[in-house]
């Protein structure tokens, strides 16, 4: 660690190898079954370089699976964040080298000084990263056997699969479409039955007022006496229950 390489392609300024000639040196390093490469979020990178006839295979581990895998909830699992909390280190962010908002720049025209710092840095801080995560995986066979038979190899799978794109049945899915639409209007009128009144069954504010506040008011307004009787008071729950169980599949169905 504390050494990166930056190769500049496609930058609109200043002189760079060749793309074509880069590309058919790096080939072979990248596709070599003896050279194992480390990355973060390298299912990214996989399709990337498959564009270009590049079949990154040879996969040793990945530190945004690493940190996942790990603990999923510690920090959020990309580089800058995970930086900060493993090393304790401050990155340098895409923001910091391309601007923000509508006056961002596109990569390609970053100054390539800039580029250099940014792209190296990253290579190193993911390879502190990977051998931070390895020394705390070790501790923790059970979740090291999960990275390594189940995450790992799934990248290739992942990858092949984003890569090849999925086939759709226009026809299944315009009437499964047509299926949940009849099903949720369903759901709502029997909603708007049982609430007295229309309401937004996906409105989180509005269900509060309709359970909350109209159900009860309307309950209480409808007993004969100062106290509502059990009968009166089953009906109040069986109701308030029926009208949960419609907003839940409301919900599931959405």
Known sequence: SGEAAYIPLAHNHDEQLPEDLVLRELKPILESKKIRVIGQNIKFDRNILSRYGINLNSIENDTMLMSY??????????????????????????EEVAGKGVKQITFDLVPIDKAVHYASEDADITFRLYEELKTKLAKEPILSALLEEVEIPLIKVLSDMEQAGTLVNEKILKAQSKNFSERIAKLEKEAYDLADQEFNLGSPKQLQEIF???????????NVGDHSTHEENGYYFTVTEELFTKVENFIKNQ
């Open 212 to 222: 909350f506040d109209h159900l009860i008011d309307y309950h209480s307004n409808n």
């Open 69 to 94: 895998v790990l603990n999923s909830t510690a920090s959020r699992h990309n580089l800058d964040a995970l930086a900060q909390h493993y090393l304790n280190y401050k990155t340098t962010t895409f």
